[in-house]
């Protein structure tokens, strides 16, 4: 990944009728950036990413690609392939002739299409497939097939609209390490689009939550997890505790009455704040040695740890622990300083719409 | 039959999860349809290929069959497959760019326009034709409105030409359905994707909805192409006696009460049919599978 900004939105807004999809949304993407647009469905994604391929025009604003204005560029005209989310191959096409579409329409020789077809095919796992019609390949092979036919055209940046969504849980896991290795293997931009929040960890640079037509927050997994921006972003992103709270002087917040010391600084004195508190990062401990105590009212067996609910000080606490505490178990609750994430409550407008939706 | 399955393909396929026991009630459902196809398809086609077999006493023969070598059934032959054929390629020249508006349009005002094509169903097959008599008659409407305009009269009505008007403005809806049909149910992100990789919209067009489209084309034609070859109807309201068809001799032969001469042109207008869908669904099944690079 470079600085280099490849894609730069500026200022776009887009309406269907009375019903606003994107407002103002600014947003760059860097050269060789894995770049993932994350959000629930309604939230303007998968439209920021076709106004990216020109199957959209934008109501307002400017879409730069390599410091020229494409917004008005039909898709055709445009170096960029996409991937689609029913993956969308010609099906009166056999695998070659779909992977060959883009090249025959550039016109290139025979032999250079054979040998990308080939190429493309190793690629993706599927040598051989040549003459098999779509049809007769599963949805994984199907989506393969689709990520072959857009990087055949050596595109400068993939748009990828949520192109595991239709397929199961392990083949899914399977292709985020292929997608991974394509793009390593490529060298080029990826610009995916998805509402699983651990596809958007496991692949990204750069993860851009957004809900209700506004960007949330823009930066690397690590950050989106760890010091999420506000609630919404610390409920989408992974389970959470999220409590009103009081921030009473810097390093240190009452929550639901008692006082947590934290790390963060500069939040005022006595000021309501939200705080996000991850469930692995609650030690359930002795009675005694817990900053509040309280009461395990629900276990549940995930496999790799328990989720167990603590009710404590009027909050029920989800918490993820590889120790047992048994249903009806006083225990008490400690929480490391630098666990602890503070975050301002919604002032404006804009944040308002970023409020929880349940 | 096999053709119109085709166009059927992609709702069947989904709708295949019946349960074994569910499917082997609803068996029974077919048996009303099943009795009337046996009581009104099969033993009358059975009863026709008898007469036309058979001769005055009951005797086998080829001479009914042999009718169709007489030059005046020839002509008539010849004539209704040139007629047939010049209005199912209009009406799949008006119905193709129809049903591709439509497919573009939003879906109030597509159906508002399906709706259009589809009233005149609603009325009458006769009185249709009827009213184009009226509209085309030498003293009719066209040109009467001709003549206000001190335009010369047009001579249409008991010409091909009439009959043509007739059958495209009778079979037309059923050649846009069908056709409709099928490009409403191409995915828009297979379209896209042809964009994406790098077609212009007419390259789009020649490359993926046409061959998309081409079961819908292949029901359209045989939905207009056959009822156009074998109508007397039409003829005889818009050709009056002058321009015979098949339909209005054999038609002729039935009135007539000669009926082993009616079943005879009957059975080699059958084998004209059967022999141009087998032509269209071979054209068909050629261009599933390979494309035309």
């Known amino acids: ?358 | 039959m096999k053709i119109i399955k085709n166009v059927n393909k992609s709702e069947t396929t989904n709708e295949g999860g019946l349960h074994l026991s569910q499917a082997a009630s609803i068996k029974w459902l077919s048996f009303p349809y099943i009795i009337w196809m046996i009581g009104f398809i099969i033993l009358p086609l059975i009863v026709i290929l008898y007469y036309g077999l058979t001769g005055k006493e009951d005797n086998f023969t080829l001479d009914n069959i042999a009718l169709i070598t007489d030059y005046k059934n020839w002509k008539s032959l010849l004539l209704a497959l040139r007629l047939s054929v010049i209005s199912t390629l209009i009406c799949l020249l008006l119905a193709y760019p129809l049903a591709l508006i439509l497919r573009k349009s939003k879906m109030n005002s597509s159906s508002f326009i399906v709706l259009i094509i589809i009233l005149p169903m609603w009325m009458n097959f006769l009185l249709r034709t009827i009213a184009w008599q009226n509209i085309l008659e030498k003293t009719g409407i066209l040109n009467s409105i001709l003549r206000f305009f001190h335009l010369p009269a047009l001579e249409i009505i008991n010409t091909p030409a009439a009959i043509i008007i007739g059958m495209v403005y009778n079979f037309l809806p059923f050649m846009v359905l069908p056709i409709f049909n099928v490009l409403i149910k191409i995915d828009q992100n297979v379209i896209n994707a042809a964009r994406d990789l790098g077609a212009n919209s007419f390259q789009t067009f020649l490359k993926i909805i046409l061959h998309l489209s081409i079961p819908g084309v292949i029901s359209g034609i045989t939905m207009v192409f056959v009822p156009s070859l074998t109508t007397f109807v039409i003829s005889t309201i818009l050709g009056g006696s002058k321009v015979l068809l098949i339909g209005n001799v054999i038609e002729q032969q039935f009135r007539l009460g000669n009926w082993n001469a009616g079943s005879g042109l009957s059975l080699v207008l059958m084998v004209f049919v059967l022999l141009s869908m087998a032509i269209i669904s071979k054209y068909d099944k050629e261009s599933e599978g390979n494309s035309l690079w």
């Open chain 1, 1 to 358: 990944m470079t600085d280099n900004k490849l894609i730069n939105l500026i200022n776009i807004t887009k309406s269907y009728g009375d019903h606003v999809v994107l407002d103002n949304l600014n947003l760059y993407i860097r050269e060789n950036e894995f770049l993932t647009l994350l959000g629930p469905s309604g939230c303007g994604k998968t439209t920021t990413l076709r106004i990216i391929g020109g199957f959209e025009n934008p109501d307002s604003g400017q879409v730069i690609f390599e410091g020229k204005d494409i917004t008005n560029l039909p898709p055709n005209k445009r170096q960029l392939n996409t991937v689609f989310q029913k993956y969308a191959l010609f099906s009166h096409m056999t695998i070659a002739e779909n992977i060959a579409f883009g090249l025959k329409i550039k016109k290139k020789s025979k032999a250079y299409i054979q040998d990308k077809i080939k190429y493309a095919l190793k690629l993706v796992n599927l040598e051989g497939y040549e003459n098999r019609m779509p049809d007769s390949l599963s949805g994984g092979q199907q989506q393969r097939i689709a990520i072959a036919r857009a990087i055949v055209n050596e595109p400068k940046v993939l748009l990828l609209d949520e192109p595991l969504g239709a397929l199961d849980l392990k083949l899914r896991q399977d292709m985020q390490y292929e997608l991974i290795r394509l793009k390593n293997e490529l060298g080029i931009t990826f610009i995916y689009v998805t509402h699983d929040q651990e596809e958007a960890l496991t692949m990204s640079d750069t993860i851009v939550v957004m809900n209700q037509v506004y960007i949330q927050q823009v930066g690397t997994p690590e950050q989106i997890y760890n010091e999420p921006k506000n609630a919404f972003v610390a409920d989408f992103i992974g389970d959470s505790n999220i409590i009103s709270a009081t921030f009473v002087e810097d390093k240190l917040v009452n929550i639901l009455g008692a006082n947590f010391p934290c790390v963060d600084v500069g939040f005022g004195r006595n000021k309501p704040v939200d705080v996000v508190i991850r469930p692995e990062d609650i030690d359930l401990v002795k009675p005694e040695d817990g900053i509040i105590t309280g009461r395990v009212t629900s276990l549940i067996f995930k496999g790799v740890h328990y989720e167990m609910e603590v009710m404590a000080n009027g909050h029920e606490w989800l918490v993820h622990s590889t120790d047992l505490f048994p249903v009806g178990s006083q225990v008490g609750i400690k929480v490391d300083p630098f666990d602890i994430h503070i975050m301002n409550k919604p002032e404006s407008e804009d944040e308002k719409a970023v409020q929880l939706e349940e």
